[in-house]
């Protein structure tokens, strides 16, 4: 059985799998501004599309897109400004 | 708004976005065996999990994993026997 959330009033939705290694989610964020929370370690990589990331512990915003990867620590947060709808794949750990 | 589809008793799951290029999908395929028909052009690459495929016009199946990818030509069908759970990025044009 497949589960879907959905997070921030729809605006992003993914889907839980199990990863070749790790539990995972493949989501899609849609157009906005967003602060999402962590409770594990989480490895993040860009499918297909475009944002602005803002680390924990750091002031500036990074692009990622295609194939960019960003890490985030347990209980923790970071920002996203989505400049186009972004596809996204998320490991657990 | 992003769009949840649901496919073959919920073995399969998508959901649909704005690509960077083209209308995208991504989704995760339980395991199982599917046949899909296409009415558009697609280009189907595996981000995660593993699974085997016989294309149209062919008797033999193949298998794909992270980052592989194969074509289907519009109102056409191809067979999947999913051997882990996997995530998919398919555009269509």
Do not use: R
């Amino acid at each position: 059985m497949l589960c879907v959330n959905s997070y921030f009033n729809d605006q992003v939705k993914s889907i839980a799998f199990q990863g070749k290694t790790l539990a995972t989610t493949v989501g899609v964020m849609d157009i906005g501004e967003f602060t999402f929370g962590t409770s594990q370690y989480e490895i993040m990589t860009i499918i297909d599309g475009e944002l602005e990331v803002k680390l924990p512990g750091t002031q500036s915003w990074h692009t990622f897109t295609n194939g960019d990867q960003f890490e985030v620590e347990a209980n923790s947060s970071f920002d996203v400004k989505v400049i186009l709808q972004t596809a996204y794949h998320c490991t657990y750990q």
